[in-house]
């Protein structure tokens, strides 16, 4: 399912690499990671069971999360975003994360289904398949790189 919810980062016709994570030990998802997982029951939004989406880890295990105007806060404090991103001034109110979930966003905030608006805002560790390790822009790919 090609959206726009990852633009600037991921562009409709990129290409992307991940890595699959397959220990539930073994803890390889950190914070701004974009992962690839299974849909997440939205209200009101009917998709094939088998979509697979990406998005942006915000939110850990443990962590208070709130978006106050658009900007997330964790644990109370303004979280530094490092990437590009188009935002909008929604709230979303104060949640704590459970333990092995994490609350994920698209980069492009007004055009992303994701943890805002499911029927439950965070997705547990084994409804992650991976994490996308390699982006190739659609212009690169066409010219013939791969890696």
Do not use: C
């Not at 094939?48 to 962590?63: A, N, S």
């Not at 997330?72 to 459970?98: C, H, R, Y």
Request: hydrophobic share 35%; net charge negative.
């Amino acid at each position: 399912m090609q959206t726009t919810s990852m633009s600037p980062t991921i562009e409709e016709g990129d290409h992307f690499t991940t890595f699959e994570i397959k220990s539930e030990t073994l803890n390889p998802i950190e914070r701004f990671d974009i992962v690839a997982y299974k849909l997440q029951p939205v209200p009101n939004q009917t998709f094939d069971k088998e979509t697979r989406l990406f998005h942006r880890v915000v939110g850990l295990g443990g962590e208070k999360i709130e978006i106050k105007a658009g900007k997330i806060f964790i644990n109370d404090k303004l979280l530094d975003e490092p990437f590009q991103k188009v935002t909008s001034g929604e709230d979303f109110p104060a949640i704590v994360i459970p333990n092995n979930e994490y609350f994920l966003i698209g980069d492009n905030r007004p055009q992303s289904l994701d943890s805002r608006y499911w029927q439950k805002p965070t997705i547990k560790l084994e409804d992650i398949d991976g994490k996308v390790t390699t982006i190739i822009r659609k212009e690169d790919w066409d010219k013939g790189k791969r890696w």
